[in-house]
């Protein structure tokens, strides 16, 4: 009788490992998407963090705003212009003078689109208006 209550004891049954996976699926699945999001955000703001200074440096050295991107690589100060972390592309707004991610990008989650309740952008003039 002994025997059997230390062979009982030992570990966890099936069941019970079964359990424990499913639950670390769940958690994983419920925070895989948030993580995804946070890091394309971040790698968003650095994109436009990276073309607004290309934009103040071709000012700089070039005395006028830049109308384009092509612009900005025509005269090397950027090799080229990255497509967004989903899989869309950037805008640039000389009217605003500002960079970000366009309106009518689809692919982008519509708060982080230029005008959005958290729009990824960045202003290169100073004294331009965030609106």
Not at 30 to 40: A, F, G, I, S
Not at 66 to 94: H, M, S, V
Not at 116 to 125: D, F, L
Request: hydrophobic share 40%.
């Amino acid at each position: 009788m002994v025997h059997k209550i230390a062979n009982s004891e030992r570990g966890m049954t099936f069941i019970q490992a079964l359990i424990i996976l499913a639950l670390i699926a769940i958690i994983a699945v419920l925070t895989v998407p948030k993580l995804r999001e946070e890091m394309y955000v971040r790698q968003a703001d650095s994109d436009v963090a990276e073309i607004a200074e290309a934009c103040e440096k071709y000012w700089k050295r070039e005395g006028q705003y830049c109308t384009d991107f092509n612009q900005l690589i025509a005269k090397g100060y950027l090799e080229e212009i990255p497509p967004n972390p989903w899989g869309g592309r950037y805008l640039l707004k000389p009217e605003g003078y500002k960079v970000g991610i366009p309106q009518d990008d689809e692919k982008v989650p519509e708060k982080y689109r230029l005008g959005g309740i958290a729009e990824i952008s960045k202003v290169y003039k100073e004294g331009a208006s965030l609106w």
